[in-house]
C-alpha cells in the first residue's frame, strides 16, 4: 500500500484529498442538518460519500483519471451549491478548492474547469443580487483574488506535471537508446508474471545480443559504437507491434517482452528479427551487423528470474553454435 502511495503521485494526491474531504467536510455536514440547512448539509455529505467511492474506484482499478475528474465535477458543482446556500460564508470554500483540483485532474483540465464554475457563480451572483456577495466591491474582490490564486495554481502545477514526467522519463529509459532501462525491465516482468498467474495470458521473450559488438567499438571506436546502438531500437521497433516492450538489458543486450503471444509465433518473430538486423543494421564501413537470439515463452507457476534464465541459456546456445542464430529455451 505504502508503495504504491509512493509510486504513484496522482494516487496518493487523490487519497490525500479523499482523506481530507472525509475529515473535515462530515462535521460540516452534520452540523448544517442538525441546524436544519438540509440543501448544504446533503450536498455535504454527498461531496463525501463521491470522495469515498472515486478514492475506493482510483484503489481497485489503478486508473486515476476517471475518479479524479469525477471528484473535480462534483466538487464544482458542490461548491457553487454552498455558495449560494451559505453567501459570503461558502466563498471561503472557493479558495482550498481552487488548489486541490489541480491534484486531481490535469492543469489544463483543471483550469478550464474552476473557469466554468466560477462562470456559473458569477452569472447566478448577477441573476440574484446578494444571494452570494453582499456588494458588488465583494464581488470584484473575489474575481481578482480567485483568478490570481488560480493562474499561480495552474502555473504550479503544470511546471510540477513537467518535471515529473521527465523524472519518470530519466529514471525508466535508457539515455543512449531510449529504449526502457534494467530496472523497467524488472517491474514489467513482475506484471507479466502476475497476469500469467492471474488470467492465463500467454507472454514470450526474446534476449538479443550483438555478436562481435566489440570489433566495432575496437575499429571504428566508442561513438561508432553507440550509433549502431542507438540505431537498433527503431529498427527493432519497426518489426514489433505497439504493444511490445524493448528494454536494455546491459551493454549490447536488449530484451523483448511480448504479451498475447503463441510459442510458434515467437519463433518466427524472432526470426524475423534476427533477418532484419542483418539486412538493416550496417555500420558505417558498410558491413552487416548480425544477432544471436534465445527466445521463451513464460511456463505456468515460474517465477521471472527462471524465465530470463531460460532465454539466456538459449541465448548462449546460439552463440555458441556460431551466431546469427535463434534458440527456444
Ligand atoms: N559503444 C558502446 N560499447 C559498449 C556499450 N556497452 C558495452 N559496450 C561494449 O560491448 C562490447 C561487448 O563485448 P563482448 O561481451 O566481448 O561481446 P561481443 O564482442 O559482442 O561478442 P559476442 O557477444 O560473443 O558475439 C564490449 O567491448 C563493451 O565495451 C555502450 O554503451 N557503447
Redesign the pocket.
Known amino acids: 500500500m505504502l508503495k504504491r502511495l509512493q509510486d504513484d503521485f496522482y494516487l496518493a494526491m487523490l487519497t490525500l484529498v479523499g482523506a481530507i474531504i472525509v475529515l473535515c467536510i462530515t462535521p460540516y455536514g452534520i452540523y448544517r442538518l442538525y441546524h436544519g440547512n438540509y440543501i448544504v448539509g446533503i450536498a455535504d455529505l454527498l461531496m463525501v460519500l463521491c470522495a469515498i467511492i472515486a478514492t475506493r474506484m482510483a484503489w481497485r482499478t489503478g486508473d486515476t483519471v476517471k475518479p479524479g475528474l469525477f471528484m473535480a465535477l462534483v466538487f464544482c458543482f458542490g461548491v457553487v451549491l454552498v455558495c449560494i446556500n451559505l453567501g459570503v460564508d461558502g466563498l471561503f470554500w472557493v479558495y482550498p478548492f481552487l488548489v486541490f483540483i489541480f491534484f486531481l485532474v490535469s492543469p489544463l483540465k483543471a483550469f478550464v474547469l474552476l473557469i466554468t464554475m466560477l462562470s456559473c457563480l458569477l452569472l447566478i451572483a448577477n441573476l440574484r443580487p446578494g444571494l452570494v456577495f453582499a456588494s458588488q466591491f465583494q464581488m470584484v474582490s473575489f474575481i481578482v483574488t480567485t483568478t490570481v490564486t488560480s493562474i499561480f495554481a495552474f502555473i504550479f502545477a503544470y511546471r510540477a506535471q513537467i518535471q515529473r514526467r521527465e523524472l519518470k522519463r530519466l529514471a525508466t529509459t535508457d539515455s543512449?537508446t531510449g529504449a526502457a532501462n534494467r530496472r523497467t525491465l524488472n517491474d514489467q516482468l513482475a506484471v507479466a508474471i502476475n497476469e500469467h498467474q492471474r488470467f492465463g495470458r500467454p507472454y514470450g521473450l526474446m534476449l538479443l545480443?550483438?555478436?562481435?559488438?566489440?570489433?566495432?567499438?575496437d575499429h571504428h571506436g566508442?561513438?561508432v559504437?553507440?550509433q549502431v546502438?542507438a540505431g537498433l531500437i527503431p529498427l527493432l521497433q519497426s518489426m514489433l507491434r505497439q504493444s511490445d516492450q524493448v528494454f536494455r538489458f546491459g551493454?549490447?543486450e536488449f530484451v523483448v517482452l511480448l504479451a498475447d503471444m503463441k510459442p510458434a509465433d515467437l519463433t518466427k518473430l524472432a526470426e524475423k528479427i534476427r533477418n532484419g538486423i542483418a539486412s538493416y543494421l550496417i555500420t558505417p564501413d558498410g558491413s552487416h551487423m548480425t544477432t544471436?537470439i534465445g527466445v521463451a515463452m513464460l511456463q505456468p507457476d515460474e517465477n521471472w528470474e527462471a524465465w530470463l534464465h531460460r532465454a539466456d541459456m538459449a541465448l548462449y546456445q546460439a552463440?555458441h553454435e556460431g551466431?546469427n542464430k535463434v534458440v527456444a529455451g
Open positions: 543512449l545480443d550483438l555478436d562481435h559488438f566489440k570489433q566495432i567499438n566508442h561513438n559504437g553507440d546502438l551493454g549490447e544471436s552463440k551466431r
